[in-house]
């Protein structure tokens, strides 16, 4: 009794236990290709270790708020906020880095937005990316 490994016409790879067949040679879905883009960053004061929160202008998508609950971490405080026209997503609410996300609701834009603090922690800096 052998085992083989065979790949069907789709790719999708198959394995057979004396002539038994297991695995679905199912098509793959097919992915949607986004072109995308790094904008100039967003630098501002950071918020103090467990202070008030800075806003941070996702234009043109929304904005949100971060705070720094503990030296070090970042956290979206509350919901982000979406203009009309987009939805958003914390992906990442908390840690040495969080991430936003905004989805277009007419289109297939996408807004990445990621904060963190600098080395020093005086600096919120958020890196912007936009996909169509």
Same mark, same amino acid.
């Given at each position: /009794? %052998?085992?083989?490994?065979?790949? @069907?016409?789709?790719?999708?790879? #198959?394995?057979?236990?004396?002539?038994?067949? /297991?695995?679905?040679?199912?098509?793959? !879905? !097919?992915?949607?290709?986004?072109?995308?883009? !790094?904008?100039?960053?967003?630098?501002?004061?950071?918020? &103090?270790?467990?202070?008030?929160?800075?806003?941070?202008? @996702?234009?043109?998508?929304?904005?949100?708020?971060?705070?720094?609950?503990? &030296?070090?971490?970042?956290?979206?405080?509350?919901?982000?906020?979406?203009?009309? %026209?987009?939805?958003?997503? !914390?992906?990442?609410?908390?840690?040495?880095? #969080?991430?936003?996300?905004?989805?277009?609701?007419?289109?297939?834009? #996408?807004?990445?937005?990621?904060?963190? #603090?600098?080395?020093?922690?005086?600096?919120?800096?958020?890196?912007?990316?936009?996909?169509?």
């Amino acid at each position: /009794m %052998g085992i083989r490994r065979t790949a @069907a016409a789709t790719g999708a790879g #198959l394995l057979s236990v004396a002539g038994v067949t /297991m695995g679905a040679a199912a098509t793959p !879905a !097919a992915a949607s290709t986004l072109t995308c883009a !790094a904008q100039p960053s967003i630098v501002q004061s950071a918020p &103090a270790p467990g202070g008030t929160a800075v806003t941070v202008t @996702a234009a043109p998508s929304g904005s949100y708020r971060v705070t720094q609950p503990t &030296a070090g971490v970042v956290a979206v405080s509350g919901t982000p906020v979406a203009n009309t %026209g987009w939805t958003q997503q !914390a992906t990442v609410p908390s840690g040495a880095r #969080l991430r936003v996300a905004y989805h277009s609701t007419t289109s297939t834009a #996408l807004h990445r937005y990621t904060s963190s #603090l600098n080395s020093t922690r005086t600096k919120l800096i958020t890196h912007v990316v936009f996909c169509s």
